[in-house]
């Protein structure tokens, strides 16, 4: 028996979807990448546990998708299972200012929620259009706070389908990375906020956001920031005064708002992507000396 025929068993409520050769192009706010194998919304914990006993029984590569806004999808796609967390697995449970978040929620509408509550702490969120779980691996950030700052536990789940309540420090945060990706996955996690006035928040919030708009490109398909700052400097700027700005290959291009973020402007593939992740790499280290290492994770590259 093929795993392909075995999968639809893990798919037991309503709630979940099941699709075979799905586009994952349509996952990913770069919007390129060829398709997976399978890809799965997943609405249950009882079922993702069923799925990390499935990867381990059929040794079938998973990868867990957010919403793919720090991911670059090979263009022959991902021989494997996908899977997006719905459901109970993106529950939002507020008792105080201690917040219980599932993995699958957005950051946008966490930000959102807990402005309109008075619970301080995720107003640079509302401009990160990531989810729970990818902020939680990336350690995602913005205005010099990091999603780890609020975090007092994170729930995981291991091969063998059950979950783990980790420390923050045992989440190994750090800066745009954390020790979580050793897990099968990330379920969840527990966020202390700081109590304070509804209208100072939303207005935070609010500010933060039009600041990101104003500074970062929003209207064509990106992934974020390319590159990790170095360290006491920013990559967007070793970018701009190397003179990179514009700069294009293929459908893929420089942002001229923005030097960190690569656009794709005209259909471009993961392959155009790379090749101009390359040619950024080797001109900053010619001109400036200092090598950048990328921020946005692959998929289906070997
Ligand atoms: C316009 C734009 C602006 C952005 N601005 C910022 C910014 O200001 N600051 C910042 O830090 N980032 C920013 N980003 C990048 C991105 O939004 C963040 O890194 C975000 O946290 C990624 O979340 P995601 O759910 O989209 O993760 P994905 O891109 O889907 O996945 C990222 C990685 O996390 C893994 N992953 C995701 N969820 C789970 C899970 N539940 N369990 C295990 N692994 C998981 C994936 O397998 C992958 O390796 C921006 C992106 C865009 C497109």
């Known amino acids: 028996m093929d795993w392909k025929d075995a ?21 990913t706010y770069f919007g390129i990448g060829g398709e997976a194998t399978a890809y799965i919304e997943i609405s249950t914990v ?5 799925l990390a006993r499935f990867h381990k029984q059929w040794d079938v590569p998973i990868a867990v998708i957010g919403r793919g806004s720090n ?11 996908g899977v997006r967390l719905v459901g ?12 219980s978040v599932g993995a699958g929620l957005s950051l946008p509408r966490l930000s959102k929620a807990m402005s309109r509550r008075g619970l301080s702490g995720v107003e640079f969120a509302l401009g990160i259009p990531g989810s729970v779980g990818g902020a939680l691996i990336m ?24 979950v783990i309540e980790l420390t923050h420090a045992e989440a190994n945060f750090e800066y745009r990375h954390s020790g979580l990706n050793t897990y099968f996955c990330v379920t969840g996690a527990t966020l202390r906020l700081e109590p304070g006035d509804v209208e100072t928040i939303t207005e935070r919030m609010q500010t933060f956001y039009k600041q990101k708009v104003e500074t970062q490109p929003f209207a064509e398909e990106n992934a974020g920031c390319m590159f990790k700052n170095p360290p006491g400097d920013s990559a967007g700027r070793l970018i701009d005064i190397s003179g990179l700005k514009g ?15 690569i656009l794709n402007i005209d259909n471009a593939t993961a392959t155009d992507v790379l090749n101009l992740v390359a040619y950024i790499q080797q001109q900053v280290q010619e001109k400036t000396g200092i090598s950048l290492q990328t921020e946005v994770k692959r998929l289906g590259f070997d």
Not at 46 to 50: G, I, K, T
Not at 147 to 159: E, I, K, P, S
């Open 139 to 162: 350690n995602a950030g913005a205005w010099g706070s990091s999603f780890g700052d609020v975090v007092t536990n994170v729930a995981v789940m291991n091969d063998a389908g059950e």
């Open 7 to 27: 999968l639809p068993n893990i798919v037991t409520q309503p709630s979940s979807r099941l699709r075979f050769g799905e586009p994952l192009a349509r996952h």
């Open 88 to 99: 109970e697995l993106a529950k939002l449970e507020v008792d105080g200012n201690v917040v």
């Open 46 to 50: 009882s079922e993702l546990a069923a």
């Open 247 to 261: 700069c294009r290959i293929g459908g893929a291009e420089v942002s001229t708002v923005h030097g960190n973020f």
């Open 71 to 81: 991911l670059l999808v090979s263009d022959t796609g991902f021989k494997g299972i």
